[in-house]
């Protein structure tokens, strides 16, 4: 991955997400999760880590955290952080063990399953993982059309 393929495919997922939730009024995941996802694309084992991670945080932060405390707007954002957070370096921690790379999953790619678990909350699982899919494969193409020109 290179500085220029982030620069370009945030631009181009910002954009295009954007455009997404003004038209069809559904948020695919957060408006820079299509663009990370966009560049892990071609990896299919580090986007099911990403998806688990956001599933796994989701049940947390809404099933389990609640019966402890009270968790609403920013305070449920940040546990949903936290928590994401705290999934990815577990995954890190047992990384030797398992067959997938983590490490790809840096950076801006911690925040992206909190991203995620957050937008379930608000709409659904179902409709934010086919609309973050849609999205992240039209940022793909557009990505891989540009390298062809």
């Known amino acids: ?3 220029t393929d982030f620069y370009m495919s945030l631009i181009i997922g910002v954009i295009g997400t954007l455009l997404f939730v003004e038209t069809f009024g559904i948020t695919p995941g957060g408006i820079i999760v299509a ?3 966009a560049l892990v694309f071609d990896s299919p084992i580090t986007m099911v880590l990403i998806f688990l991670v956001s599933f796994i945080t989701y049940g947390i932060v809404n099933y389990i ?3 402890f405390v009270i ?3 920013r305070r449920r954002f ?3 952080i936290v928590v994401a957070v705290m999934l990815k370096l577990i995954f890190e921690a047992i990384y030797p063990l398992t067959p ?3 490490f790809e999953f840096r950076g801006i790619g ?5 991203l995620l678990s957050n937008c379930y909350a608000r709409q659904g699982i179902k409709l934010t993982v086919v609309s973050t899919l849609v ?5 793909y193409g557009i990505m891989q059309i540009i390298y062809l020109v």
């Open 1 to 3: 991955m290179y500085i």
């Open 35 to 37: 663009s990370y996802l």
């Open 65 to 67: 955290l609640p019966k």
């Open 71 to 73: 968790l609403y707007g």
């Open 78 to 80: 940040v546990a949903t």
């Open 100 to 102: 997938f790379p983590t």
């Open 110 to 114: 911690i925040i992206v399953p909190a």
């Open 135 to 139: 999205m992240t494969a039209v940022v």
